[in-house]
């Protein structure tokens, strides 16, 4: 009817307003924060609703001139990063093998782990950060330390077929297309893998690989009782000031029980007070994450990558974040910070 109207009387034809979840102000100010030269990628959500208030990647462009991005096809700008940037999360993933064990290890509250620095497996050994040996650990504080050593003997106890079984709960190695975006394929292989890579699988590395955006949800449904909710950017439509379309929350799938999500996020809660995230606590609040510090080659001549992904675990600020700082170094002491204060941000603007 209204174009109909704008036919017969010579109007210029106007489509729709739309009106986005995300906050520009949160988005620029995440930017901003980002260290200077290095790629990478933030995403702030809503782990109740699944509206993405910030999504940034870098590099990024001037969507008013394009030629700059256009003649460094290097840089990658045109890529967004939060959605189609396929990383090894590092220890990030070690939420997705600590929910394996839980699932399928009975005895795991009363389990102990000998971490002496070194794993040997066949042809590769696990390595801790620094060369740290944890000593005898329990689940909880081989958590809240990161681990590699526990982490990798729980994947080769368990072995692919569960390991796999519980990366799929998570949304690895599924096709999936939401609503507002596509977001790339995470994935746990399995196809050709030997011991060694399994080993490596359990702490995020091998040929795991997991876009930010995801992580972000891992994180979020952790804090929302093991629901993952539908990513979503479109908050509502209106057309001659009446809204006709409103973008209301949709969840995505259950991936962990109450029971476990419950252990998941009293795990991450240590890893911000007693951990490896302790750079990623704000004063007043109750913040839950887990750092990463990906390799990102086999002889270690690059730097890794700096993740960090988590919540604040209240009802009244449903916050979830998630960082990759591109060859950014330790993600404890860099991605947490950057985390905390992109939270802390929203906070401030009221969410």
Known sequence: LNRLTQMFSGGQRRGDDL?????????????DLFPSGKRGAVVVL??????ILAMTSLPDFDPLDLSDALEDSGAGALVNR??????????????????????????????RFSCLGQLPIERTVVTEAGNIAHGSVNMRSAFAQSCNNAFAALALELGYTRMEQEAAAFGFNENVLFRD???????????????????WSGIGQARVLATPLHMA?????????????????????????KTTNKGAPAVFKRVLSSDAAALLCDA????????TGSQGAISGHTVAGKTGSAEASDNKTLETHAWYVGFIKEDEHPL????IIEHGGSGGSVAAPLARKVLAEALALGY
């Open 82 to 111: 939060a959605t189609q940037g396929l990383y090894p999360p590092g220890s990030t993933f070690k939420i997705v093998t600590y929910a394996a064990a839980y699932e399928n290890m009975p005895d795991l509250g009363s389990r």
């Open 19 to 31: 009106t986005l979840t995300l906050d520009a102000n949160l988005t620029r100010y995440a930017a």
């Open 46 to 51: 809503n782990w109740k609703t699944g509206e």
């Open 181 to 199: 975006l596509v977001l790339y394929n995470s994935s746990y292989p399995v196809s050709s893998q030997t011991r060694d890579d399994l080993a």
């Open 268 to 275: 991450m809660l240590a890893v911000t007070r007693e951990g």
């Open 217 to 241: 949800m891992i994180a979020a449904a952790v804090a929302n009782d093991g629901v993952m909710m539908e990513p979503h950017l479109l908050l509502a439509v209106t057309q001659q000031g």
């Open 320 to 323: 979830a974040v998630s960082v």
